[in-house]
């Protein structure tokens, strides 16, 4: 059974920065696929970023190309989101996931995630 446990979230203001964590149980963790998902008060959960097994490859929607950045320590079992230049639009409870597909794509869509950590709520104030 994999668990992924979120941190780091919290309030900053416009233009500040968090990196959140993702700390994964289970040495296969280290194999799959891992993404970050949020979702808005009243809105479904959308896609933010995600990186293949290795790191090698990444993949961002379009609206934090240049202000977030993900990646992965698979030593420590942990993924990361360093998020630069918050905007008020990116507040929400942002998610980490897994896919256990072992595949070496790096997925976007939500179906393709197998494992959810329980979230943790970034507020950006205005």
């Known amino acids: 059974q994999v668990q992924l446990v979120e941190s780091g979230g919290g309030l900053v203001e416009t233009g500040g920065s968090l990196r959140l964590s993702c700390a994964a149980s289970?040495?296969?963790?280290?194999?799959?696929?891992m993404g970050w998902f949020r979702q808005a008060p009243g809105k479904e959960r959308a896609f933010v970023a995600a990186?293949?097994?290795?790191?090698?490859?990444?993949y961002y929607t379009e609206a934090v190309k240049g202000r977030f950045t993900i990646s992965r320590d698979n030593a420590k079992s942990t993924v990361y989101l360093q998020m630069n230049s918050l905007k008020p639009e990116d507040t929400a409870v942002y998610y980490c996931?897994?896919?256990?597909?072992?595949?070496?794509?790096?997925?976007?869509?939500?179906?393709?995630?197998?494992?959810w950590g329980q979230g943790t709520q970034v507020t950006v104030s205005s």
């Open positions: 289970g040495r296969t963790v280290r194999t799959y696929p």
């Open positions: 990186i293949s097994r290795t790191g090698g490859s990444t």
């Open positions: 996931g897994a896919d256990s597909s072992l595949s070496f794509s790096v997925p976007r869509n939500l179906r393709d995630y197998d494992y």
